[in-house]
């Protein structure tokens, strides 16, 4: 069946450095895919998505690339923030799957002042 | 105002009762939804309503039982609850089922304990 993959966390950064969270998929036909983050204590939020090759979702600096090639979509910021330290969390729906939201089992960031 | 509320935010209770956790959204979404978020924060849906009519139903045991009697809310009802059943619940909603493109708001979360 369809599933995602995330890297394990915890990820920890100080604030300022490079963010990369891994993201691959396996899927049949056309998914669409989701960053989803979730901060401490409170439920998901959207952050940004794609929904074909090559698109580019972004939002709040953070950037992801769908790329069918390598089926990744992975989560980038050039320059994270004590702010970002959350859940974030990797996800796919596809129509006929009744868009269920299929998700990643989550990356835990931890930005350091 | 609040987009999606659950009641309660935390239930604590012992083996073998029968609990309810209540969603409702204001936005005027047409689908809903039910996921639960183990302690090692998977998330996975369990439900999904649209218009109030049953969509998906992710072979979850049938102890638990979704109602929703409009579709502003989605209940869920849990029969002889077991240590297994321990978790976040989280209740979200989105426009519609149609495309993929649709964002999911989701409520702050149930943490139920069970003892």
């Not at chain 2, 979704?66 to 579709?71: E, F, L, T, V």
Request: glycine share 8%.
């Amino acid at each position: 069946g369809d599933s995602v993959t995330q890297m394990e966390g915890p990820v920890t950064l100080s604030e300022e450095a490079f963010l990369t969270i891994n993201c691959t998929y396996t899927a049949t036909g056309y998914p669409s895919l989701f960053w989803y983050v979730q901060y401490p204590g409170e439920g998901l939020q959207l952050l940004l998505k794609a929904t074909k090759a090559d698109d580019k979702g972004s939002n709040k600096g953070f950037e992801a690339t769908y790329r069918k090639e390598t089926t990744s979509f992975h989560l980038e910021k050039g320059s994270v923030q004590v702010s970002d330290s959350a859940v974030y969390f990797c996800a796919l729906t596809k129509r006929d799957s009744s868009y269920k939201l299929i998700f990643g089992s989550g990356t835990r960031l931890l930005v350091r002042p | 105002d609040t987009a999606v509320s659950q009641t309660p935010k935390y239930l604590v209770t012992q083996m073998g009762n029968d609990k309810s956790i209540k969603c409702e959204q204001n936005l005027g979404h047409d689908t809903m939804y039910w996921y639960k978020q183990d302690s090692k924060k998977f998330l996975k849906i369990m439900f999904s309503y649209n218009n109030k009519e049953l969509i998906i139903n992710e072979t979850v045991p049938n102890r638990f039982s979704p109602k929703s009697p409009d579709k502003a809310h989605l209940n869920l009802h849990i029969n002889s609850l077991e240590l297994g059943d321990s978790a976040v619940y989280f209740c979200a909603s989105s426009q519609d089922l149609a495309g993929g493109y649709n964002e999911q708001f989701f409520g702050p979360g149930t943490r139920l304990t069970v003892l």
